[in-house]
């Protein structure tokens, strides 16, 4: 199975709506991703042995999924019921936004793509369309959705976390892995936030400078 053959599953009967949200099952998601790939891994990125990135009062989450040989890592911020970042969150919270989040990273590898593009189902042709992925927010039971109402406030939290992700990085190649990671959001951001996404390129060139110019040790 290929990324493609992810594209074209129809997860519409494990998905469930509330709020006009539509959510996945991460344990299904998880299922259809050990049956494409029993290679598949993921890890949860963890900061000074907390799986939290602290940004601005809140805190943000990161999960690698590596598919098909390749890692792929997502973030996510942990929010409360209102879709509103939490600034002093409990284990439950942490737990959930850390399984929305691996779903999403698996979302990244072609399962599920098409509910982040609104769509109703997943595209039938080889020529797939690129869409835009946005961080999933709110929901208890399940670890998926779409919402188009704080578009503007996603893009920020994703800037910022590119950005906050450069003062944790050490060498270039990891610099790079990053960026190439999150490509398809970072294209996106490039064309509905051109500033935003302009903050990201430069800070990622001022951070790439100051590390090939660092003697080595």
């Known amino acids: 199975m290929s990324p493609l053959d992810l594209l074209k599953i129809n997860v519409n009967d494990h998905t469930e ?3 006009g949200l539509t959510y996945l099952s991460w344990a299904w998601a998880w299922a259809e991703a050990l049956k494409a790939d029993p ?14 990135m602290p940004i601005g009062g809140t805190f943000m989450v990161w999960v690698t999924v590596t598919m098909f040989d390749k890692p792929v890592t997502c973030m996510l911020p942990v929010l409360d019921y209102r ?10 919270d942490v737990n959930t936004s ?8 698996i979302a990244m590898h072609g399962l599920g793509m098409y509910i982040y593009a609104g769509e109703d189902t997943p595209p039938d042709t080889e020529e797939v369309k690129p869409v835009t992925l946005m961080p999933i927010v709110d929901g208890l039971t399940a670890e998926m959705e779409v919402n188009t109402h704080n578009e503007d406030d996603n893009k ?10 450069t003062n944790i ?6 610099l790079n892995s990053y960026w190439k990671a999150n490509q398809a959001q970072l294209d996106a951001l490039k064309v509905s936030h051109p ?3 302009s903050q990201v390129r430069n800070r990622f060139a001022e951070i790439k400078k100051q590390l090939s110019e660092k003697p080595s040790e």
């Open 98 to 105: 850390i399984m929305r989040c691996l779903v999403k990273a």
């Open 17 to 19: 709506k509330k709020n």
């Open 83 to 92: 879709n509103k970042p939490i600034s002093t969150p409990n284990s439950f």
């Open 195 to 197: 500033d935003l996404y």
């Open 169 to 174: 990085c050490h060498d270039i190649k990891g």
């Open 156 to 165: 920020k939290l994703f800037a910022d976390s590119m950005i906050h992700y």
């Open 39 to 52: 290679k598949v891994n993921f890890k949860v990125e963890m900061f000074d042995g907390t799986p939290l």
